[in-house]
């Protein structure tokens, strides 16, 4: 029905002259769109909005998963959306339209793809088919790398393993982001690893990787390699409502060779969105006459014309007083620092990449194993364990009912191996976190200089946004429990060195010069004196790092992390209220359990120690 409402609108429109264009309302001057955070939609969107802005209209983007985006177009929160890939969304699109809440504009790409893909040197070793997977499954160590978690994609690779197609039953998904996929091809890449992920078309992956997509895979991503048409989007009636900018929709259309240069220019070249666009156009004017037939800009102008003026005023632009000039003078001389750390990061990955795999596999495994032990434990042995032992060493009869009514509600939701592999990460960075931590405190509680040098850089550490980390590691570490575990002893590390330099620092004089006159040496004096003395201090400090240690389960999970942060960021992009709320309530229950055993560990010893 939406589709052919689409279709005598547009008709309408075409037969329309230009000069009767109707004057639109106020509620059309901000046009509000959905980017689901690929890059193909990025660069479509940003090429569209630079070009409205140019016409006069103020344009909002919205970051969001593709289900919160067909919610929110029907919610009438969102206008435009320029992703829908067909078939492969097929389900995420259709009770909207069955409901008339989303109406169809008309493809604005075709000719694109979406399967799975490896690199050239994979498919000359006879790896062409969907059915050539299983039988070289050592060499892919049984690994799909996928995208963000509850993607569409994710979920179709995700159901051909549950179903066992092709013999991929005991395979693993890979999932964490776009750019955290193509990180782990770029390390395969450079070592000649085996490694089959999710590709697509266009995509500058295509321009840059030598690849091939495996054939075979049409019951399961679709004809001709996933082959794909992407529709425009709108609210229902936003057409009729805002016919200018519906005559500008319904003129706009790609080419996967304009997408992907647009996208380059993104992700080699670094640009904004917004710039990026500019750029574009800039360079590439001839597709403006296409698009903007028939639409004016909002003050009555020639489209075309505004929006070549708006490029040229970008670009020409004079500052009017000697401070916009001095300004002007300060961004032209932007220091490199950007670009100091990504040479450093390049710099890492040509000459200490061995080792740099070395720590990778060598933390990995230790994670890893800890968490494998940890399963063999049949749960409601780890939890009767669990319980006896925190009664045993609290007798607080309370507290352990608490812990063994925490751990079987955690069970009977189906969250136990996921809270298992959160509290390997957070037992690992906790260890890791004292083993450096404490140590440095302590030699900063006794060197003031050094604390002086320390305390700027703990303030960075942990105000600096925690995505920022994930970046160098995922790119020097690759994907997995290592680049989230070495971010969150980053972010944690702080809290032991703080509070442990406090409670060394606070240590009466007193104390130390009894210590002193009965000859204690400073070894002595440290481990007879100024420890226990800081120990209820340190003890806090290590809870605070257990606590920080969980702010980060769901950050690691973008870069590939298990554990429940995984749940927690699918439940996010599938609009999945109960996963999102019982997975999320997990990980308050395990941060409720670890703080209540800790404070009472630490109150007991603060008790002895005084």
């Given at each position: 029905m939406s589709l052919r409402i689409a279709?005598?609108?547009?008709?309408?429109?075409?037969?329309?002259?230009?000069?009767?264009?109707?004057?639109?309302?106020?509620?059309?001057?901000?046009?509000?769109?959905?980017?689901?955070?690929?890059?193909?939609?990025?660069?479509?969107?940003?090429?569209?909005?630079?070009?409205?802005?140019?016409?006069?209209?103020?344009?909002?983007?919205?970051?969001?998963?593709?289900?919160?985006?067909?919610?929110?177009?029907?919610?009438?929160?969102?206008?435009?959306?320029?992703?829908d890939w067909q078939p492969s969304m097929e389900v995420d699109r259709k009770?909207?339209?069955a409901d008339g809440s989303v109406q169809v504009v008309r493809a604005n790409l075709k000719g694109a793809k979406y399967t799975l893909a490896v690199p050239a040197y994979v498919a000359q070793a006879g790896v062409r088919n969907f059915n050539d997977l299983w039988s070289f499954s050592e060499r892919f160590d049984h690994k799909i790398y996928g995208i963000e978690p509850g993607n569409n994609g994710n979920r179709i690779i995700a159901g051909m393993i549950a179903d066992n197609r092709f013999g991929l039953g005991s395979w693993t998904l890979v999932e964490s982001s776009e750019q955290g996929m193509l990180s782990e091809v770029d390390r395969a890449l450079r070592r000649s690893k085996w490694i089959v992920f999710l590709g697509w078309s266009p995509h500058p992956m295509n321009l840059k990787y030598q690849m091939e997509y495996l054939t075979g895979g049409d019951d399961t991503f679709g004809a001709n390699l996933g082959g794909a048409t992407i529709y425009t989007d709108v609210r229902t009636g936003y057409l009729e409502e805002c016919p200018n900018v519906g005559r500008f929709l319904l003129n706009l259309q790609f080419t996967p060779e304009l997408e992907s240069r647009m996208m380059a220019?993104?992700?080699?070249?670094?640009?904004?969105?917004?710039a990026a666009a500019t750029q574009f156009l800039r360079e590439h004017p001839e597709y403006l006459k296409e698009w903007l037939e028939g639409v004016v800009a909002v003050d009555g102008r020639p489209a075309e014309a505004a929006v070549r003026l708006s490029l040229r005023v970008d670009s020409s632009r004079r500052v009017a007083d000697r401070f916009e000039a001095a300004n002007s003078w300060v961004i032209a001389h932007k220091i490199p620092l950007g670009s100091w750390l990504n040479g450093g990061v390049q710099f890492a990955m040509q000459h200490a990449q061995r080792g740099f795999d070395i720590v990778s596999n060598t933390l990995g495994w230790l994670v890893n194993s800890l968490t494998a032990v940890l399963m063999r434990i049949p749960a409601l042995l780890l939890i009767s364990s669990l319980t006896i032992g925190v009664y045993a060493l609290r007798r607080r009869l309370g507290l352990a009912l608490f812990i063994l009514g925490s751990m079987l509600l955690i069970d009977n939701l189906g969250f136990w191996e996921a809270t298992i592999q959160t509290l390997s990460l957070v037992v690992f960075a906790t260890v890791v976190c004292i083993l450096f931590g404490v140590p440095i405190g302590i030699a900063a509680a006794h060197r003031p200089w050094l604390y002086r040098i320390l305390h700027p850089v703990l303030d960075l550490m942990q105000t600096i946004p925690t995505f920022v980390y994930l970046i160098p590691t995922l790119v020097l570490f690759g994907l997995g429990?290592?680049?989230?575990?070495?971010?969150?002893?980053i972010f944690a590390i702080p809290a032991p060195i703080r509070l442990t330099h406090l409670g060394i620092a606070s240590v009466p004089n007193q104390l130390l010069d009894v210590g002193e006159a009965f000859g204690a040496t400073r070894r002595q004096l440290l481990f007879k004196v100024e420890l226990p003395h800081a120990l209820p201090t340190i003890m806090e400090g290590i809870t605070q790092c257990i606590m920080l240690s969980l702010s980060m389960v769901v950050i690691a999970a973008l870069v590939g992390a298990d554990g429940l942060g995984k749940p927690v960021v699918r439940a996010l992009n599938s609009v999945n209220i109960a996963m999102g709320f019982?997975?999320?309530l997990a990980i308050v229950i395990l941060a409720i359990v670890l703080d209540r055993i800790f404070k009472r560990s630490h109150r007991g010893q603060g008790d002895r120690a005084g």
């Open positions: 279709t005598v609108f547009a008709m309408w429109l075409w037969l329309s002259p230009p000069a009767a264009a109707q004057p639109e309302p106020a509620s059309c001057r901000s046009v509000r769109f959905a980017d689901v955070g690929w890059t193909d939609i990025t660069a479509t969107t940003a090429l569209s909005s630079r070009i409205l802005e140019g016409l006069g209209y103020q344009v909002v983007t919205q970051i969001l998963s593709i289900p919160v985006t067909y919610a929110s177009i029907k919610n009438r929160q969102i206008d435009v959306y320029l992703g009770p909207f339209l220019l993104i992700l080699e070249g670094h640009r904004e969105g917004r429990v290592v680049p989230g575990l070495i971010s969150t002893v019982e997975a999320g």
